[in-house]
Every structure is written in structure tokens, then in C-alpha cells.
């Protein structure tokens, strides 16, 4: 499973950007997909998931701002973030569970940056 991750770029505070995260391969199963951002001298901090069956949760500092999303047709999760934060900076990653011929895997995005000037 390959992901690919974009709509990263600069934002004045209050503004709203969308990143997607694109999946390819074949003959897989994603369980879950998942937003993570790292900011510079910080871990990397799980931000949203969205399971198969649609149920997301999301981290209580970003609750309320961001929403992820997923569009099964275009095989892409989507994390819209409103109401960008200078603290929101970071470099922002997708992650997915899998399932491959009964072995379960994950698999990383290549980051995509966000920089929110205040």
C-alpha cells in the first residue's frame, strides 16, 4: 500500500487548508486511516482516524477544527482544517492499517507541511 499526501502550504491564522492523502496498490484492505503531525523538536502526535466502518475520533486539540473524511471511489482520506493556529505548524503525515492476504501492516505517508503565520 502506498500513500501520498498533499495540500500542505501557508496559511495566515483563521484561514482553512485541506490536505488528501491518496492510497494505491492492489489486493489490500485499509482498516483505518489516520492524520498525524510532527512539529520541529516534538513527537509525532496522532491527530484523527477514520475507521472502515466510518467512525472517526480526534484529538482534543483539534476537535471542532479539523474534520477527516474519505471518498471510497477515489481511494483518498481527506483532513479539512479550519480555524488554523501558529501552533498547528507542523509537518503533517497519513498513516493507514491494512489488511494483505490476512497479514495485517501499516503504511506511511510522505509529510506534507503546514505553516500557519500569525
Known amino acids: 500500500v502506498q500513500l501520498q499526501a498533499s495540500g500542505g502550504g501557508s496559511v495566515q491564522a483563521g484561514g482553512s487548508l485541506r490536505l488528501s492523502c491518496a492510497t494505491s496498490g492492489r489486493d489490500f484492505v485499509i482498516t483505518a486511516t489516520s492524520w498525524y503531525r510532527q512539529a520541529p523538536g516534538k513527537e509525532r502526535d496522532l491527530l484523527a482516524t477514520?475507521?472502515?466502518?466510518?467512525?472517526?475520533t480526534y484529538a482534543d486539540s483539534v476537535k471542532g477544527r479539523f474534520t477527516i473524511s474519505r471518498d471510497n471511489v477515489a481511494n483518498t482520506v481527506y483532513l479539512q482544517m479550519d480555524s488554523l493556529k501558529p501552533e498547528d505548524t507542523a509537518v503533517y503525515y497519513c498513516h493507514a492499517n491494512y489488511r494483505y492476504n490476512f497479514i495485517r501492516s501499516f503504511s506511511w505517508g510522505q509529510g506534507t507541511l503546514v505553516t500557519v503565520s500569525s
Open positions: 477514520i475507521t472502515s466502518a466510518g467512525t472517526t
